[in-house]
Nanobody, 123 residues
């Protein structure tokens, strides 16, 4: 079984930056992809970014493209999300996920999930 633990969330002012980390543990960890999703209270969980674990292709939502950067360290089984120019609308619980498949990077395509880390951006 794979366990994912996010860290790095916190309170930051608009325009600031945060870097989230997601550490994966398990005897074998070789997902097709890893990604970040977020969910604000009262709203549905939405896709943020994803990266192919065995490659380097990245994907971003239109809301964060140009501001967020997803990266990974395969040797450390760690996923990162560098968030710059944060906006109040970025406020949400951020979740990392592992799984996915070719042409399948939606929520239903990821089978392992972390418990989330809160990001709050004040105006």
């Amino acid at each position: 079984q794979v366990q994912l633990v996010e860290s790095g969330g916190g309170l930051v002012q608009a325009g600031g930056s945060l870097r989230l980390s997601c550490a994966a543990s398990g005897r074998t960890f070789s997902p097709y992809a890893m990604g970040w999703f977020r969910q604000a209270p009262g709203k549905e969980r939405e896709f943020v970014a994803a990266i192919i674990w065995g490659g380097y292709s990245t994907y971003y939502s239109e809301f964060v493209k140009g501001r967020f950067t997803i990266s990974k360290n395969n040797a450390r089984n760690t996923l990162y999300l560098q968030m710059n120019s944060l906006k109040p609308e970025d406020t949400a619980a951020y979740y990392c996920a592992a799984g996915g498949k070719r042409n399948g990077l939606t929520q239903r395509d990821f089978n392992y999930w972390g418990l989330g880390t809160q990001v709050t951006v004040s105006s």
